[in-house]
């Protein structure tokens, strides 16, 4: 089974971090680039980070500062630090992977199944 699974989402306070993790499938031989994406309640995806397989990265200016995206190319896994975190960050957390190579052929984008982020007093 070719799959993204997210982990290490939450209840934080205001000010606190979390830190978030996709690992994908034993399936998944390479993939390019890899990204965090957020949809909060009544508003559209969107972009948080990204990250390519030669570490490049580009930030959403809301988030430049304070989220660090980083992965590991020898487990197909990326990260994404969260830290000062506001209540506008409360969203469901989705993982991305574009480019991908796996055991069953090459796919254009695979989606993790979303983790929710509530930051809340």
């Known amino acids: 089974q070719v799959q993204l699974v997210e982990s290490g989402g939450g209840l934080v306070q205001p000010g606190g971090s979390l830190r978030l993790s996709c690992a994908a499938s034993a399936t998944i031989f390479s993939i390019n680039h890899m990204g965090w994406y957020r949809q909060a309640p009544g508003k559209e995806r969107e972009l948080v980070a990204a990250?390519?397989?030669?570490?490049?990265?580009n930030y959403a200016d809301s988030v430049k500062g304070r989220f660090t995206i980083s992965r590991d190319n020898a487990k197909n896994t990326v990260y994404l630090q969260m830290n000062s975190l506001k209540p506008e960050d409360t969203a469901v957390y989705y993982c991305?992977?574009?480019?991908?190579?796996?055991?069953?052929?090459?796919?254009?984008?695979?989606w993790g199944q979303g983790t929710l982020v509530t930051v809340s007093s």
């Open positions: 991305n992977a574009a480019g991908v190579r796996t055991y069953y052929g090459r796919y254009s984008e695979i």
């Open positions: 990250i390519t397989s030669g570490s490049s990265t």
